[in-house]
């Protein structure tokens, strides 16, 4: 009779984008690096426990979790984030963020990583080696709405056998239903440029799928 929305913990290098500011925190990255690290390692006992808190309320009483994402589970899940990451570069995110990423989809079983913006691509490589993340959630970014230009990564992604989240446009719906494998992929409407409504998007689904 009702959902549940968790709070948006964010991710750990957005904990310490908000405590430090992005100019403070991209100079520590390259400055201080064990510092940043000392202080990510700090973080996640905390994020743990509340975690695991918010969720044995939920799903103890009966109900499920659906996230600010909307996806409903009846089981645990994260919604990983580093938007920090279109900050900096392959070498610091591996070293200093991923494994901690790696620590919290593990801890949370079903992991769903947010992908924000096309400077967050870069590490997308890296991201599919955690081998419990489930699914990459792709959104493209403000001022970039279509989704189409990134094919080629929604195909690499699911060549991992992980299953997709793509933000996007309404008229971009039939092809990406034509492009990609359905099976795992959740498409999310954002509008449209061109007056094709949510009812053309439904019946361009009938029309694929039957």
Known sequence: RYLVRTPDWGGTADVLLNLRGSSELCLDVLDKPDVVKRAVDA????????YSRCHHIVLSSGAGVIHWIGLWSNEPYL?????????????????????????QVATAG??????????ATRHIDALLEIPELRAIQYVTGAGTPDALPWLDMYRKIQSKGRSLVINCMNEEVPRLLEELDPRGMCLVPQGSRTGF???????AIEKRFG
Do not use: Q, S
């Not at 973080?43 to 509340?50: E, Q, S």
């Not at 079903?110 to 400077?119: A, C, E, I, N, S």
């Open 43 to 50: 973080i996640y006992p905390a994020w743990r426990k509340v």
């Open 79 to 103: 919604i990983g984030a580093c938007d920090f990451n279109f900050m900096i570069g392959p070498d610091e995110f591996n070293r200093l963020f991923l494994p901690d990423i790696a620590r």
């Open 110 to 119: 079903r992991g769903v990583f947010h992908l924000d913006g096309p400077g």
């Open 197 to 203: 409504t949510i009812g053309d998007v439904f019946a």
